[in-house]
């Protein structure tokens, strides 16, 4: 089986893959738009990337490619916990308190922002594609005095030191990702409980109008479906115009998600059911 996911080597999605497709084939991809169109045409059986941090938020880029422009199913969610350090070159470590410049993904630098407005309050923070890259920046300029924050995963790939770890503000950091095929895919994997234990659907509105959010919600509530989270994003077709995605605590079964879909439908709103799913949390 081919899994592809957001590269390169050594990010946490590599760490998520790495952790449920152990004897599997890895891919890695630039970016997110470039993972699900490439599950879409078939180069991977999977695709593995990032829709939520519990410290930054939703992964916009995710939620809107699936909506707008690539409409895949989720077929699994990987939860892990984020830890993050401060590496650098090995031998530069006597320079710890004199590093010119940190390199990594902007999230990571955001989550990381007690320690280093404590310890590195003048340094130069410079954001990067993931901190995959910048563990390997650093690597290939042993001889500066700069470093990056990422994972112990990268540190062993790229031969570099933990010089501070858990660096991060938050203790309970941690990261949602999805798993993605395709919508006509009968591919089936023996890595997550056949017990579906979530679902996630994408309602748009036939128009905004007022108690329309309340429509939406009631549908669930009286059936007493809960709600692990819900959000709004734009549809891109006006100022204004916005459709839910709704993550909902249960799989899609025959009766209750069912007559939720029915309701709102008759109600002019339009339900997509984008995937029904269970969780492996590491």
């Known amino acids: 089986m081919k899994v592809g996911y957001l590269g390169p080597e050594a990010t946490f999605t590599h760490v998520a893959v790495r952790s449920v ?49 690539q409409p895949l199913k989720m077929v699994g969610e990987i939860i892990i916990p984020i830890r993050q350090h401060l590496l650098m070159a090995k031998g530069q470590a006597h320079r710890v308190k004199d590093i010119e410049v940190i390199y990594s993904h902007s999230h990571a630098l955001a989550q990381c922002h007690t320690f280093l407005h404590n310890q590195y309050k003048y340094t130069k923070l410079e954001p990067v594609t993931s901190t995959s890259a910048a563990a390997k920046m650093v690597s290939e300029q042993s001889n500066e005095c700069i470093a990056a924050i990422a994972n112990e995963f990268a540190a062993k790939k790229y031969g570099l030191e933990i010089v501070a770890s858990d660096i991060h ?13 395709r919508q006509d895919a009968n591919f089936e994997t023996s890595y997550f409980q056949p017990k579906h234990t979530k679902a996630t659907l994408v309602i748009n509105m036939p128009e905004n109008h007022a108690g329309a959010l309340h429509q939406v919600l009631s549908a669930f509530a009286w059936r007493k479906i809960d709600l692990s989270k819900i959000e709004s994003r734009p549809t891109k077709t006006g100022l204004g115009n916005y459709f839910f995605i709704i993550d909902v605590e249960m799989g899609y079964d025959e009766v209750l998600l069912p007559g939720v879909k029915q309701e709102l439908e008759a109600l002019g709103f339009s339900v997509d059911v984008v995937g029904s799913y269970s969780t492996i949390s590491l």
Do not use: W
């Not at 503000?169 to 095929?181: A, E, G, K």
């Open 169 to 181: 503000s938050n203790s309970y950091n941690h990261t949602r990702f999805v798993v993605l095929q």
């Open 21 to 69: 497709f152990k004897n599997d084939e890895h891919i890695a991809y630039s970016s997110i738009p470039v993972c699900m169109d490439n599950v879409a045409e078939g180069e991977v059986d999977l695709v593995v990337v990032p829709i939520e941090n519990s410290v930054e938020g939703s992964v916009t880029t995710t939620i809107d490619y699936l909506v707008h422009e």
